[in-house]
């Protein structure tokens, strides 16, 4: 069993930014490293269902092999620090649309995944953080 934590979440004005983190436990990777899970953000707003936001594969440091969905492109930046068992959200130029509560989510398959698709998958995802809530105010 995997435990994810999120933390980072708040209220913000139109056009700030918020930096998310998620912080893996290292007692329950059962023999596995955090650095070969694939490991991935999603949101999800009232009444919505949950939805992609960004990912980044296993193995892999920060700035490579990175997903991200069209409507955070340019403005969102996953990374991951293996060290510390960590994944980051940068989030920069906030919109109010941007509003919802955001999940950490790990996949313990130790899969590389040649098409994007899998990423963005929530069926991909084996265990999911609490989440934290980010609010952006108009």
């Known amino acids: 069993q995997v435990q994810l934590v999120e933390s980072g979440g708040g209220l913000v004005q139109t056009g700030g930014s918020l930096r998310l983190s998620c912080v893996a436990s290292a007692q329950t990777f059962s023999g596995q490293t955090f650095s070969s899970y694939n490991m991935g953000w999603f949101r999800q707003s009232p009444g919505k269902e949950r939805e992609f936001v960004a990912a980044?594969?296993?193995?892999?440091?920060?700035?490579?092999?990175?997903f991200h969905s069209d409507s955070v492109k340019g403005r969102f930046t996953i990374s991951r620090d293996n060290a510390k068992n960590t994944v980051y959200l940068q989030m920069n130029s906030l919109k109010p649309e941007d509003t919802a509560v955001y999940y950490c989510?790990?996949?313990?398959?130790?899969?590389?995944?040649?098409?994007?698709?899998?990423?963005?998958?929530?069926?991909?995802?084996?265990?999911w953080g609490q989440g934290t809530q980010v609010t952006v105010s108009s």
């Open positions: 989510a790990a996949d313990a398959s130790n899969t590389y995944y040649s098409s994007s698709y899998f990423y963005t998958r929530t069926q991909t995802y084996d265990y």
């Open positions: 980044i594969r296993r193995n892999t440091w920060s700035g490579g092999n990175t």
